[in-house]
């Protein structure tokens, strides 16, 4: 325990305005050492608000400034950064905004909270070189083989289900599209995918979000369209495999294991 009764009473003090100072605060040139912990204390805090705000910028611009920086305040005091990396800031952000009632007259903000995170995760994965074009259409190139074959995707490509139009909502925040043209109660599924420095969302079907969300579990191809398909509209993967190939988000391609008694 240190002088200033333990790290986690100190790091409680530093992010809690009502709490006094820690014990065995000293300056070296005389002041009040109160006084000088209430100044980093408001440095620590407004920090971490910036840090959110760079991360949700989107969410901010939904409820205005004032509304989210008292939002993120009190989304600091109760949870801390884990890492030193500010950047990795917000994990828990979404589920808070979803707890949080002053934010319930926005029910989408929870989500698009979600959207705008999975778009920090995906702009720091981890580089990947594609498969080359001609390797995936030699591997393509076989329908006999096609439903047992697995997919490996790129770690950036990550999917957000919303029961609301967050896709076309964070796009019309970019200029992209009209915002008042926008029904923010129309459900959508929303893809994250890194395109070289930028990160890109897009909108896609629950079909074609069924059917990547299986290949990110390791689902084989057929099995992938099986869980896509409704009996009302069998699934088309050739829409979907060309936005994955398109983007270079093909990493490699495997091959499931035969059932026993199957036939090669």
């Given at each position: 325990?240190?002088?200033?009764?333990?790290?986690?009473?100190?790091?409680?003090?530093?992010?809690?305005?009502?709490?006094?100072?820690?014990?065995?605060?000293?300056?070296?040139?005389?002041?009040?050492p109160a006084q000088r912990?209430?100044?980093?204390?408001?440095?620590?805090?407004?920090?971490?608000?910036?840090?959110?705000?760079?991360?949700?910028?989107?969410?901010?611009?939904?409820v205005g400034e004032a509304?989210f920086r008292a939002m993120?305040?009190?989304?600091?005091?109760?949870?801390?950064?884990?890492?030193?990396?500010?950047?990795?800031?917000?994990?828990?952000?979404?589920?808070?905004?979803?707890?949080?009632?002053?934010?319930?007259?926005?029910?989408?903000?929870?989500?698009?909270?979600?959207?705008?995170?999975?778009?920090?995760?995906?702009?720091?994965?981890?580089?990947?070189?594609?498969?080359?074009?001609?390797?995936?259409?030699?591997?393509?190139?076989?329908?006999?083989?096609?439903?047992?074959?697995?997919?490996?995707?790129?770690?950036?490509?990550?999917?957000?289900?919303?029961?609301?139009?967050?896709?076309?909502?964070?796009?019309?925040?970019?200029?992209?599209?009209?915002?008042?043209?926008?029904?923010?109660?129309?459900?959508?599924?929303?893809?994250?995918?890194?395109?070289?420095?930028?990160?890109?969302?897009?909108?896609?079907?629950?079909?074609?979000?069924?059917?990547?969300?299986?290949?990110?579990?390791?689902?084989?191809?057929?099995?992938?369209?099986?869980?896509?398909?409704?009996?009302?509209?069998?699934?088309?993967?050739?829409?979907?495999?060309?936005?994955?190939?398109?983007?270079?988000?093909?990493?490699?391609?495997?091959?499931?294991?035969?059932?026993?008694?199957?036939?090669?």
């Amino acid at each position: 325990m240190s002088r200033f009764g333990g790290d986690a009473a100190f790091a409680a003090a530093l992010l809690d305005p009502a709490q006094p100072a820690p014990p065995g605060l000293v300056s070296w040139n005389g002041s009040d050492p109160a006084q000088r912990f209430g100044v980093h204390r408001n440095n620590v805090i407004v920090s971490l608000i910036d840090a959110l705000a760079d991360s949700f910028p989107v969410v901010q611009q939904l409820v205005g400034e004032a509304f989210f920086r008292a939002m993120a305040h009190e989304f600091a005091r109760r949870s801390p950064p884990r890492s030193p990396v500010l950047a990795w800031y917000g994990d828990g952000f979404a589920d808070f905004v979803a707890a949080f009632p002053p934010a319930a007259g926005v029910p989408y903000l929870a989500d698009m909270a979600r959207l705008e995170y999975a778009r920090l995760l995906a702009f720091h994965a981890a580089d990947a070189a594609p498969l080359p074009v001609a390797a995936v259409a030699a591997c393509l190139a076989d329908p006999a083989m096609l439903p047992r074959l697995r997919l490996q995707l790129h770690s950036s490509l990550l999917l957000v289900g919303s029961p609301f139009a967050i896709a076309s909502l964070w796009g019309a925040h970019q200029g992209i599209g009209d915002l008042a043209a926008v029904d923010p109660l129309q459900p959508e599924c929303a893809l994250v995918l890194r395109q070289g420095l930028s990160v890109a969302v897009i909108a896609v079907s629950p079909a074609t979000a069924r059917f990547i969300a299986a290949l990110q579990r390791g689902a084989a191809l057929g099995d992938a369209v099986q869980e896509a398909s409704t009996k009302e509209a069998p699934f088309d993967p050739a829409p979907a495999l060309g936005l994955l190939i398109g983007n270079d988000l093909l990493l490699g391609i495997g091959q499931a294991p035969r059932e026993q008694g199957e036939q090669p």
